[in-house]
């Protein structure tokens, strides 16, 4: 079985019929300090960080690890992908024994929500994580008061398989296998 530290990184751009997933480059800082800064992204993710801070603290290339895919429109990222960390044991949610499953997540820019961005750059993903990591699942958890996300959860193919309450909020937990076709559930 291949492994997450066994994949090659940054793979090779990833072209949709609108966007560009890409490893993280130095351009990137100001779009990643303004989606951590923001309220709107904030509001489901634990709260937005203060500007001044992610200024000082946030290094030249945000984001360069594997697995995190910056989402570029017209040369400008609008947000990011992370696909290859594991969901760590000691949380509540796991489909498998042990848990350790790649985990889904993404963050977007508010003035790119609501125009189908989010949904095309995970199908992506997904797709690209099949090619890589084959019959493996992936996780996805969303607070049950992010209509949003857990729309974009059914749209992808994720199957509900919990709810519990984490971080002070009650959160969705589902799974996505690669058996199942990438966007094209209800």
């Known amino acids: 079985m291949t492994r997450p ?4 990184w940054p ?17 990137d800082r100001a779009a990643f300090i303004e989606v951590f800064a923001s309220p709107e992204v904030g509001a489901y993710t634990g709260g937005a960080a203060p500007r001044a801070e992610l200024e000082r603290s946030a290094p ?3 984001g360069q690890r594997p697995g995190l895919f910056v989402v570029e429109l017209d040369g400008a990222m609008i947000g990011f992908i992370q696909l290859l960390d ?3 044991a000691r949380r509540p949610g796991h489909v498998r024994p042990g848990g350790e499953e790649a985990e889904l997540g ?3 820019l508010p003035q790119a929500w609501g125009r189908g961005y989010a949904a095309e750059a995970c199908a992506a993903a ?6 890589v990591l084959p019959d493996e699942p992936v996780v996805l958890c969303a607070q049950t008061a992010n209509g949003r996300a857990l729309r974009l959860a059914a749209k992808l193919g ?4 919990a709810r519990f309450e984490e971080y002070g909020a009650d959160q969705w937990f589902g799974v996505w296998s690669s ?8």
């Not at 530290?5 to 090659?8: E, K, P, Q, T």
């Not at 994720?158 to 398989?161: A, P």
Request: glycine share 8%; proline share 8%; charged share 25%.
């Open 11 to 27: 793979p090779a751009p990833i072209r949709t019929e609108r966007l560009v997933l890409r490893g993280s480059e130095a351009r």
């Open 158 to 161: 994720f199957t509900e398989v």
């Open 179 to 186: 058996a199942a076709p990438v966007g094209h559930s209800a």
């Open 5 to 8: 530290g066994s994949v090659a």
């Open 106 to 108: 993404y963050m977007f």
């Open 60 to 62: 030249e290339v945000p």
């Open 86 to 88: 594991r969901r760590a």
């Open 126 to 131: 997904l797709d690209w994580f099949t090619g």
